[in-house]
């Protein structure tokens, strides 16, 4: 029960715990996957905040889905699709997402209090332009605008990494 209690997030879904330990055995622990902003750079976290509020006052709402997520945490989803089940999702080993270093975070808007993936109709592809546009008003980048490996949901800050990743 050591792991359940020592999730800084408090309760945690059961196959999230058991992923956990099967991966806290390969790499030793690790394994956070964060919602909060507070767990984001202090900078982002504001612009993040800024953004938020302004998407409420043009009466978008909107969740955020993912701020960071340690390496090993990285690790296993690049693991998905790959060596275990499951779809692709990333593209990023480990340390290889700005997620990984505070300073990206994913978000999906909202309507009607559901959570709107689809970005191929007219109506959604608007929506996810419109909280793009917030976006970058508040200095995000929005990875909705890349060429290769756009993702609609992510917004990064990498000013602070002129070099690349870290690591
Ligand atoms: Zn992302």
């Not at 020592?6 to 992923?19: D, H, P, R, T």
Request: charge should be positive; glycine fraction near 10%.
């Amino acid at each position: 029960m050591q792991e359940i209690t020592e999730c800084k997030n408090g309760l945690i879904g059961f196959s999230y715990w058991v992923a956990s330990l099967i991966l806290s055995n390969i790499h030793g622990g690790g394994m956070i996957s964060s919602r909060k902003l507070s767990d984001l750079h202090p900078t982002v976290s504001k612009m993040a905040a800024d953004f938020l509020a302004k998407a409420e006052s043009e009466g978008i709402d909107v969740l955020v889905t993912s701020t960071y997520r340690d390496i090993d945490a990285q690790d296993a989803l690049y693991a998905q699709g790959r060596s275990k089940p499951g779809k692709i999702v990333t593209n990023a080993r480990g340390g290889k997402s700005w997620h990984n270093w505070r300073v990206a975070f994913d978000v999906v808007p909202m309507r009607n209090g559901k959570p709107i993936w689809d970005t191929k109709t007219p109506e959604n592809f608007e929506l996810w332009k419109r909280i793009g546009g917030i976006g970058k008003s508040v200095g995000l980048e929005w990875a909705g605008d890349w060429k290769t490996f756009r993702e609609y949901p992510h917004f990064q800050r990498t000013k602070d990494y002129p070099n690349g990743f870290p690591r």
